[in-house]
């Protein structure tokens, strides 16, 4: 399946929501909701890469705020976010992948019971 979202009418910086759309159609495809609330960032290729995204501050900001406390991010962006302040990260867990595998692997992992 290929979805392309042309600029149209709402302004936007780059396809940073490609492994967020990608991960959603699977989610109605395989009728499985993911194990657990996170956020994510990242372009994705049509093989399957991701590529690092602009903008990994406000975005893990805006994770914070949102209640949201494990993050996915691309591999590439791991610099950007090494560099934010130690008072942003604290409480986050951060996981970086290269490849839509390894997100499927974290969204859908099963989680130990508590």
Do not use: N
């Not at 979805?3 to 009418?9: D, N």
């Amino acid at each position: 399946m290929h979805l392309h979202v042309p600029e149209g009418a709402t302004p936007k910086d780059g396809p940073s929501a490609g492994i967020t759309m990608a991960t959603a159609l699977l989610s109605l495809a395989r009728g499985q909701q993911p194990s657990r609330p996170l956020a994510m960032t990242g372009e994705l290729t049509l093989t399957g890469l991701v590529l690092p995204v602009g903008g990994i501050r406000e975005k893990v900001i805006a994770a914070r705020r949102a209640g949201l406390f494990e993050i996915i991010l691309p591999e590439g962006s791991r610099g950007d976010a090494e560099e934010l302040p130690d008072h942003i990260k604290e409480g986050l867990t951060l996981h970086f992948v290269e490849y839509l595998r390894q997100v499927v692997d974290l969204v859908f992992a099963p989680q130990p019971a508590s």
